[in-house]
């Protein structure tokens, strides 16, 4: 990472070419705000190694418990339990909840405000899981995080677009998805740990996400606000000053004249999710839907929730399987800083079809290899292909660090215009956390009946993605924000249909001579 003062340029065009150093203030504040990912992926890894203890399963879940020590039970089917999967799912199905929430006090309140009201949704959350009693309460906990979720989700990734230099602003975005590997890890490190408490490890387990959250929440009492958000609710003179500092530099002027702009136009917006099914819309509205859709369905979440579970089903003991996740949980986190080095140099196309190709072959010979090795009798791989199989996984989970896991969250954020930016990462989350839910609710029990062509099933989807990627998916790398439409859209061979001038919000139409004259006034 650039050292600080170092100045960057946020623009190559005309006219964009914004002087901009790398601060202490943007780092902090972006380090400090990316912990929201911290705490969304240490609740994405904690739950697949919580289900996998005895301890936890037999207190909540005894008919699985039972399941999992008989052995004429169906090595694919022991898990296979709806409330099981509720307590992971129930979190994300609170999070699409929310969103609708978050998009309003993002909007309105700001970005920094909605991260402090995810802090609060964390730590409470946090506690009714460490405390619960029994099943209503434990599902009570996941909600309240889910509810969190929510409000990160829909903050976070506009915070780290907004406030980071346009040069870098890929890199400082990932830090978000970065956390998120980070959190999974320590979630697998921990499980490996808490295991060996009896019978209270799961509680401990649960018990520590309070960490992410508190360092949350503290982050966002600390953060400054972005000056897009400012600046959109017409505190001009703070949004200023706050560019002034975040870019170390006195000379914002025509860096703040695009925002404000931006931003009269945002204004005279009344209705942004009705604004978003407009034509003019239709290629950021697609993109961001999709990309959320095949992210889940590259089968990583299937993956990351359940890793410890799905070691198991595959004859792994105890101890081999959390061993196993907390190795997949480190190659995550490796591969996520190459895409911190690599996506504003390479670019995001480049790496989501060498991805693709990569994540493609690896789940295919996964499938290829369970389907000889591992029936509903038999489990033992042996140890050869047993290390073959987790080789094979850690190459389809570091394919997707680098590629569709941080750039699923990143593309989005950075494409959306100002009057509709609120509304489509609401819209963003919402479909993430929709099919994180379906295929967090659904994977054991299409494990059961698909057994090894779950992964077969999933290489399929990562075709069709990479199909997607190769003709519909234009480059953003080094395009400023306020220019995606003119130098991305209106370039694109297929997207440039949608974007004639006269598809233009009424409103919009009614204020151009009025937002021209207050631009040039400032």
Known sequence: MPAAGFSVSSGAAA???????ITPVVILSCVMAATG??????????????????????????????????????????????????????LYLAGLTATFFASYTTRNFGRRPTMLIAGFFFIVGVV?????????MLIVGRILLGCGVGFANQAVPLFLSEIAPTRIRGGLNILFQLNITIGILFANLVNYGTDKIHPWGWRLSLSLAGIPAALLTVGALLVVETPNSLIERGRLEEGKAVLRKIRGTSNVDPEFEEILAASHAANQVKHPFRNLLRRRSRPQLVIAVLLQIFQQFTGINAIMFYAPVLFNTLGFKSDASLYSAVI????????????????????????????????????????VVLGLKVTDSSDELGRGWAIFVVIMVCTFVSSFAWSWGPLGWLIPSETFPLETRSAGQSVTVCVNLLFTFV????FLSMLCHLKYGIFAFFSAWVLIMSIFVLFFLPETKNVPI?????RVWKQH??????????????????NTNNNKGAVNGV
């Open 37 to 90: 990912g911290l705490m969304f992926g240490y609740d994405v890894g904690i739950s697949g190694g919580v289900t996998s203890m005895d301890d936890f399963l037999e207190k909540f879940f005894p008919a699985v418990y039972r399941r999992k020590h008989e052995t004429t039970e169906s090595n694919y089917c022991k898990y296979d339990s709806q409330g099981l999967q509720l307590f992971t799912s129930s």
């Open 328 to 367: 997949t949980g480190a190659v995550n986190v490796l591969s996520t800083v190459v895409s911190i080095y690599a996506v504003d140099r390479v670019g995001r196309r480049a790496l989501l079809l060498e991805a693709g190709a990569q994540m493609f072959v690896a789940q295919v010979v996964i499938a």
């Open 128 to 136: 009714f899981n460490g405390a619960a009693q029994d099943l209503p």
């Open 482 to 486: 306020e220019e995606m439409a003119d």
């Open 493 to 510: 061979w297929f997207w440039k249909r949608y974007m004639d001038d006269d598809d233009v919000d009424d409103d919009l139409k009614k």
């Open 15 to 21: 006219g964009s070419h914004f002087e901009a150093k």
């Open 439 to 442: 295929i967090a609710q659904a």
